[in-house]
């Protein structure tokens, strides 16, 4: 007698919980032979809308945690995907034409890069800012922070891979995140129940599955976002958030090819959702000079 | 009210009612502490930069020759020597009397400023000139004596006529927290020296930090003191621009707390007339316009006269003077 | 013989205008020479006099088109293929030069601007010597600037610049584009064109190539066309908010790297702890240096309440004591507004706040009869919603409210689209570091203000832009820096 499975329902991410689409709208994931695979929550604006807020909450947190505690957390998202590894296999392999070893290595490089961004967070301030040495007497040094609510529109054709890549440097200098897709959803909110049980908190990393073109508008426009990662959208869609993102000085990230996530990954999407720091304290003479000190 | 505080008879003294505030803070020695450990601190880099933006003002023409002769007028004429003589005395009185003698509209200083034993010779040098007498006392300079010696220091110079007192602090005392006692010996120095004006030597050089220079400030304050003075002169650093900068502050804050109001005195290190209009500029702009008045703010100098004369001499005649032009008394 | 109470002030000390040796006409720079622009002429004002001082012949289109071609040329064959260490001697070169003409320039920039001579004699001219002299020395070190072995240049780049630090802006814009090995074509302010004149004189005479950098002369139009120009690799604007905004949209979709560095609600809080002497230096310092006119200026004072009213007392005594008048003279602390359409623009904005209900308190300073020039304004019982308290004033009009805990001045200082700068007064330096880290704010300066140096990078947060200027980030914003490996370019259909 065989188990009759019980399917799970794909839904979207937001502030840590797992809810559906306010608009109550679905889209079907069907499988390489056109049989359904799920039904996945079809994201509207003010999905969109309530995972900015919802981002906006965990930047709070987020930013202000540690960054050795920032390295823990994504350590531990590492471990959680290693665990799934055989259902993030299944679900690269139902949505494409994939063999199980490529699916497998993906899910391998997607350990590895968070892993590899998980070592960063305690490195970006030394290896990014600086003591500055200026021609009076003040300290001053130069830091990076977290620019904030970072949206990203996951990479096309690398759904676990590129999808890790692009969000692991977002979160490792302290952002939060809204990551928009229009891949495979089964990929992204399975990755997102992994990060839920990775001990990040609420609301910095939230997952909208849905239609591009659709919802980034809004995200583009939305005051309360800061910066944009379109790695995932075509030419056009990228021109035109860009021009949305424009009326709030949003900072927008576009690769400058096609990148290859199987590569090391450099620091360029970790640089480019940073915000240079510069503070200035004097350093007063420990004697009365008379002025001396400067 | 220029006349009134021009006159040390009208001008309101620490005799005059303070507010009841000062009483409650100095009732103890504790007291007292908190109060000048409660005083907003001063920021050295902050203070420096201004006191060097303010000394880089240009003061041109017919201001110059003012301030040149405020400040000459300024001048606590100053020989404290071991080896001073009567006539060295002698001299040093008739040079403040006249600077530039032959030289028509030059001021005469404020005072001469001498030890104890030699304030008779100068008392007889200027009397009927104006130029005021002022004596170092209260085992100067270090101070290191009973309060007894330095109360019968005092008498000396006052019985013999001095009108000023320049009275030195326990360092030693202030930096080891015992405010109070250096409290008590102010205003005792204070009530021995009768209608003599006390200047109160803080000694900056050696209290180290601006936010010392503002609590020793406030003490001589509360405790009576006319003038609060940089230097003894035998300390380096003697003078600066940014601890009279701090000391400005003091005495401006003093009136805005109390209506009173009291002066100023740096000592020691002002050799030049560059020097001393930065110092002008700084009363005129930390504690205002009423301050560039010679009852209350002086120069503790010597040198700094003969070149405050000879610039002088180059307003007026167009081209630079030399020292063999002026004299070395 | 008086001995008591000598009436003293400061008499009038002018600097010379000879010095500034202003001729009656200037040209354009492109290519390595002075000529004639297609333009039309344009006549640049004195503001502290409101007469005319020199005109401008303006570039046209062609000369636009001319100038990029150039600076192509000189990118391409010699400026790119050169050495670093060879850069960076002509660098060195127009450090000099700016010194040994320093006090030159601090006159033509104190008559084209209005900014007191004090400030270009000592913050504004050495400043941008400084820039040349740090910048020079990265050229022979891109490979240590952490952004990998061979940093290569972007090529071509466009600059516009304001009208509130014509050379320094100059200096911050041209001399890190020269030393990652651009070329620039760079488009001064209309109201401020001859500081940057002198200093392409500077860098003719240093032998730079022509084509390194070209001066084109106009307004806002020619500004447009520049920063949208397609045959440029690096567009870098330093202005307003508004236009920051324009251009952003109209690069969209180039991939064009973008630096803007745009406006500022500056917050400078004090603390009931702070040094206070200090703190009114402070306060002083960074709303009516250059008048105000400045995008970092701490154009917002947050203090707490339980010093609100001794602090403003002692502030508006402090303000009392500047002196606003001619920019020529060196005793001058506050210079005139840079034209009559700012003056026109601040007047406007604090008729606003008088009408919402914030009181004004003005300098009593006597004002000259010509020239643009505004009081010392202070306005007390604002509120957050008031317009002076959200829109940049660009002139030396201060905005006062009160806060009660750290937490509300965090809060009330970070309420605002912009984040370029903010200051912080406090003896605790526990709570210095803590503000410092909790403001949203490019630069944060504890205990001091409107403090610049080449070697401290400078930017904004939000909507004050993005990029940095000066130090290694600022490097990073003139060379090629994304590092993220691609893939090889899909082979096409036919190919396959």
């Known amino acids: 007698m065989t188990h009759l499975g019980v399917p799970k329902t794909y839904k979207l991410f937001i502030g840590g919980a797992f809810p559906r689409s306010e608009s109550g709208r679905t889209f079907a994931v069907r499988r390489a032979d056109g049989t359904l695979a799920a039904n996945a929550a079809l994201a509207s604006r003010k999905d969109g809308r309530d995972a900015v807020v919802a981002a906006r909450k965990g930047f709070g947190s987020w930013s202000r945690a540690t960054p050795y505690n920032r390295g823990q957390v994504l350590y531990r998202m590492a471990e959680m995907l290693q665990g799934r590894r055989s259902e993030f296999v299944a679900l690269l392999t139902q949505g494409s034409d994939a063999g199980s070893d490529a699916a497998g290595a993906e899910v391998d490089a997607a350990v590895d890069r968070l892993v590899h961004y998980a070592g960063w967070t305690d490195k970006i301030t030394a290896v990014f800012g600086s003591a500055n040495p200026v021609s009076g007497p003040f300290f001053s040094y130069s830091a990076p922070e977290p620019t904030g609510v970072v949206v990203v529109l996951a990479p096309t054709g690398s759904a676990l891979l590129g999808l890790v890549s692009a969000v692991a440097p977002v979160l490792a200098s302290g952002n939060a995140c809204v990551l928009l897709t229009d891949q495979d959803p089964c990929v992204a909110v399975t990755f997102a129940e992994t990060v839920a049980t990775s001990d990040l908190p609420g609301g910095v990393l939230n997952v909208l599955t849905g239609v591009l073109a659709e919802v980034a508008p809004h995200l583009a426009a939305h005051a309360d976002v800061n910066a944009l990662d379109l790695t995932g959208a075509d030419p056009t869609l990228r021109a035109s958030l860009a021009a949305d993102a424009a009326d709030t000085v949003k900072r927008v990230y576009v690769p400058a090819g096609t990148p290859d996530f199987t590569a090391p990954p450099g620091t360029a999407r970790l640089r480019a959702f940073v915000e240079i720091k510069t503070v200035w304290h004097p350093v007063g003479a420990l ?8 | 009210m220029t006349s009134a505080l021009t006159d040390p008879t009208e001008a309101p003294s620490s005799g005059d009612a303070l507010p009841s ?16 450990a409660g005083l907003p601190g001063v920021d050295p880099v902050g203070i420096e930069q201004r006191a060097a933006a303010l000394a880089t003002r240009s003061i041109k023409k017919a201001s110059k020759l003012a301030a040149i002769d405020l400040a000459i007028a300024m001048v606590d004429l100053t020989t404290l020597e071991g080896a001073d003589t009567p006539g060295k005395i002698r001299g040093l009185a008739r040079k403040g009397i006249d600077p530039d003698p032959g030289t028509e509209g030059v001021p005469h200083v404020a005072a001469v400023c001498v030890y104890p034993d030699l304030v008779e010779a100068a008392v007889e040098q200027v009397r009927g000139t104006g130029v005021k007498v002022a004596s170092v006392a209260t085992a100067f300079p270090s101070g290191r004596s009973s309060l007894a010696v330095k109360l019968a220091d005092t008498a000396l110079a006052v019985r013999a006529g001095a009108d000023e007192v320049d009275m030195v602090i326990d360092r030693g005392a202030f930096l080891a927290g015992r405010v109070g006692l250096v409290f008590e010996q102010i205003q005792a120095v204070k009530q021995a020296c009768g209608s003599a004006r006390l200047k109160v030597i803080l000694e900056t050089g050696e209290l180290a930090t601006y936010d010392n220079v503002r609590r020793a400030s406030w003490l001589a304050l509360l405790a009576g003191g006319d003038f609060i003075k940089t230097s003894t002169g035998k300390i380096s650093p003697a003078a600066t621009l940014p601890v009279t900068h701090v000391m400005l502050q003091a005495v401006r804050d003093w009136r805005e707390a109390t209506g009173q109001l009291r002066a100023v005195k740096p000592a020691g290190g002002i050799r030049t007339t560059k020097d001393a209009l930065r110092y002008l500029v700084a009363v005129r702009e930390v504690a205002g316009p009423q301050w560039l008045d010679p009852h209350l703010f002086r120069f503790g100098a010597s040198s700094v006269l003969n070149d405050l004369v000879m610039q002088r001499r180059t307003q007026l005649e167009g081209h630079y003077s030399g020292p063999d032009y002026v004299t070395v008394d | 013989m008086t001995s008591t109470h000598l009436d003293w002030d400061y008499a009038p000390a002018p600097e010379s205008p000879a010095i500034g040796a202003v001729r009656d006409r200037y040209l354009p720079f492109v290519d390595g020479v002075f000529a004639e622009g297609r333009g039309p002429d344009l006549d640049t004002v004195s503001p502290g006099t409101g007469e005319r001082l020199a005109t401008v012949s303006t570039s046209g289109r062609e000369d636009l088109e001319l100038a ?25 070169r127009i450090a000099r030069g700016v010194a040994e003409r320093a006090r030159e320039l601090a006159v033509v920039e104190t008559l084209d601007n209005g900014k007191p001579i004090k400030e270009t004699r000592d913050f504004d001219v050495p400043t941008a010597a400084q820039h040349f002299f740090y910048h020079a020395g990265w050229a022979d070190k891109l490979q240590h600037l952490g952004l ?18 014509p050379l320094l802006m100059a200096a911050w814009k041209i001399a890190p584009a020269l030393a990652a090995g651009n070329t620039v074509v760079i488009k001064p302010a209309e109201t401020t064109p001859l500081s940057i004149l002198v200093l392409a004189e500077i860098m003719a005479d240093a032998d730079l190539p022509p084509g390194v950098v070209n001066v084109l ?29 324009q251009i952003a949209r109209s690069l969209a979709g180039t991939g064009r790297p973008l630096t803007l560095e745009l406006g500022g609600k500056g917050a400078n809080i004090v603390f009931e702890d702070a040094a206070q002497d200090q703190a009114v230096e402070g306060v002083v310092n960074g709303v009516f240096f250059n008048g105000g006119q400045v995008c970092c200026a701490g154009s917002r004072l947050l203090v707490q309440e339980s010093v609100a009213e001794e602090f403003l007392a002692r502030l508006q005594a402090r303000v009392e004591t500047l002196r606003v008048g001619d920019p020529m003279d060196k005793n001058t602390d506050v210079g005139a507004i840079n034209s009559p359409a700012q003056l026109a623009r601040i007047t406007a904005l604090v008729d606003a706040g008088v009408s919402e209900g914030a009181t004004a308190w003005r300098s009593s300073c006597p004002l000259p009869e010509r020239g643009y020039f505004l009081s010392p304004t202070i306005f007390t019982d604002a509120t957050a919603s008031m317009r002076i308290a959200r829109e940049e004033i660009f002139g030396p009009v201060l905005t006062t409210m009160t806060f009660r805990t750290p937490d509300e001045a965090v809060a009330k200082a970070n309420n605002t689209p912009y984040g370029l700068s903010a200051g912080v007064w406090t003896e605790k330096g526990s709570r210095a570091m803590g503000m410092a880290a909790a403001l949203r704010a490019g630069v944060v300066w504890d205990n001091t203000f409107n403090r610049f140096d080449p070697a401290a990078s400078f930017g904004g947060y939000q909507e004050s832009g993005f990029g940095r200027e000066g130090g290694r980030a600022g490097m990073a914003a003139y060379l090629r820096t994304d590092d993220e490996p691609q893939l090889a370019p899909q082979p096409t259909e036919a190919g396959a």
Request: positive net charge.
């Open chain 2, 21 to 36: 505030w000062t009483t409650d803070v100095t009732r103890n020695e504790s007291s007292l502490r908190r109060f000048l």
């Open chain 3, 68 to 92: 990029v071609a150039a600076a192509r040329r000189a990118q391409q064959q010699v400026w790119g293929p050169m050495s670093g260490a060879e850069r960076s001697k002509y660098l060195f």
């Open chain 1, 287 to 294: 004697a009365l000079s008379g002025g001396t000190s400067y």
């Open chain 3, 217 to 245: 002369l106009g307004a806002g139009d020619l500004g447009s066309a520049l920063v949208t120009h397609p045959g440029l690799d690096k567009v870098a604007f330093t202005g307003s908010t508004a236009v920051g905004r």
């Open chain 3, 148 to 165: 990998g072995p061979d940093p290569a240049p972007l090529g071509v780049a466009g600059q516009v610049i304001p009208w509130n630090f």
